[in-house]
């Protein structure tokens, strides 16, 4: 049995221009860098048994802050990247729409077998992506059957994990947060994922943002 302690990567300059970042390697921006720093502050005083991380520069600086002070490396899983968009990465969401439009709908209406304009790479469909993010934590937790992990991705793998473990379809609309920074808890039981707590930003408040700064 394992708790899985899932979490969103920091805020990033791309985040907040609403532009799509998918596989392009963005570092978090100041305002990240502070909230990975009062994640790692909040976190101190639970035992991790390991840190696992995307292999995206934004979610490996949000794993260092959680590593920093604990005798455990970060442990790099590219399979915990977020989806490959193609041609959309890098476009704010405006553009993409301007410019594909039929595209665009299909990818807001979450159309599972939908397939993305290639760009320097070949986009993922939705159903492909699915399968990826949750087989990859999945996979974490039965291959190392540990009790506590910290496992540190993007917000389109959060979703997935989310909809995977109340066994949410795609069809439904999406009823829950994925915050920058946060932490969301799971429990493997090792046949399945189940929510225990979601979208715990309270460490992001601005009295614990101001005691990070005063550190």
Known sequence: MTEILLIRHGETDWNTERRLQGHLDIALNAEGVRQAQALGHALRGETLDAIFSSDLGRARQTAQAIAAGRALEVQIEPGLRERCYGAFEGLRHADIEERYPREYAAWRGRELDAVLPAGAQVAETLREFAARAVGAVV?????????????????????????????????????????????????????????????????????????????
Do not use: K, M
């Not at 937790?141 to 959060?158: D, E, P």
């Not at 947060?177 to 969301?184: E, G, H, L, P, Q």
């Not at 039981?189 to 979208?199: C, E, F, I, P, S």
């Open 139 to 215: 996979g974490l937790a039965v291959a190392h059957q540990l009790r506590r992990i910290a496992v540190v991705s993007h917000g389109g793998v959060l979703e997935c994990i989310c909809r995977e473990a109340r066994g949410l379809g795609w069809s439904a609309p999406r009823d829950f947060d994925i915050r920058n920074a946060s932490i969301n808890r799971l429990h493997w039981n090792g046949n399945t994922l189940r929510v225990l707590a979601w979208g715990d930003v309270a460490h992001l408040q601005q009295d614990a943002l101001d005691e990070v700064d005063r550190g």
